[in-house]
């Protein structure tokens, strides 16, 4: 039976601003899909991507209640995120750079998500099988 | 020599940058390295029939293989036949692949 390989992400865009993020988590379920384990670093913007106060919204343009509008959030996400890998057996960590979160007053993050700094970037790239960044540009 | 994996988000209409992306990859192909490329998010936007990019088209020249997300196809309602014929269609997956194959992969 082969190794379980871990895969690193760093990414820094915050929730409901771009279609980087979609993409972001895109990749993190294809990942477990072929059975990676993965480990996350969020920094800047990101670490408002587990912020545990994340609240669904209504549409009144469109006359739309809340649950009708179904807004998704991202904390939810990576709560999804955390059970399937849970389901297949395999790891999914999650690290916030605590300057990031002070910066922005998101202390507040869902289970299983944790606070770190740049030396967690460091060691989660240097024990990965490989590492993808994704930059603002 | 080194396998290449670069994933495109950009495109050549709205962000100047492209350019250089587009250069780096041949450049890394020229210099003898196996160079692939994924368009994602409006990245794919130039793959599409009549979209007129000679950055675009120097890129599908280039030898380097290129594939466009599906999903970020459909989001832009780019059929699969509206594709240029150097552009496959192809999943996201594809950038986990050359991950666990321990290629360089490079968002662009």
């Known amino acids: 039976m082969s190794e379980t390989k871990t895969l690193t992400f760093a990414f820094m865009d915050p929730p409901f601003e771009n279609e980087r993020t979609i993409t972001f988590f895109r990749l993190l379920d294809a990942a477990l899909d072929k059975g990676s384990n993965v480990r996350i670093f969020a920094y800047e913007g990101a670490v408002a991507l587990a912020f545990a106060k994340q609240q669904p919204h209504g549409n009144a343009v469109h006359g739309r209640e809340t649950v009708e509008e179904d807004h998704p959030l991202t904390r939810d996400w990576i709560t999804a995120l ?4 849970r389901v297949k057996g395999l790891n999914f960590e999650w690290i916030n750079c605590g300057l990031c979160v002070d910066e922005r007053g998101v202390n507040e993050v869902i289970d299983g998500c944790g606070r770190g700094g740049p030396p967690d970037l460091w060691r989660y790239a240097s024990d990965a099988f490989n590492t993808l960044t994704i930059g603002t540009r | 020599m080194s396998d290449y994996l670069f994933i495109q988000s950009q495109d050549p209409f709205t962000e ?9 990859a041949q450049t890394l192909q020229q210099a003898g390295h196996k160079v692939s490329m994924l368009l994602v998010q409006n990245g794919v936007i130039p793959a599409r029939h009549g979209a007129q990019s000679p950055l675009f088209d120097e890129l599908q020249q280039s030898g380097i293989a290129i594939t466009a997300d599906i999903f970020s196809l459909a989001q832009r309602e780019i059929t699969l036949q509206e594709l240029k014929s150097h552009v ?11 991950m666990l194959a321990g290629h360089k992969v490079i968002w662009n």
């Open chain 1, 82 to 85: 955390q059970h399937k890998a």
């Open chain 2, 16 to 24: 100047a940058r492209t350019q250089s992306h587009y250069q780096l």
């Open chain 2, 88 to 98: 496959s269609p192809g999943h996201i997956d594809t950038v986990i692949d050359a």
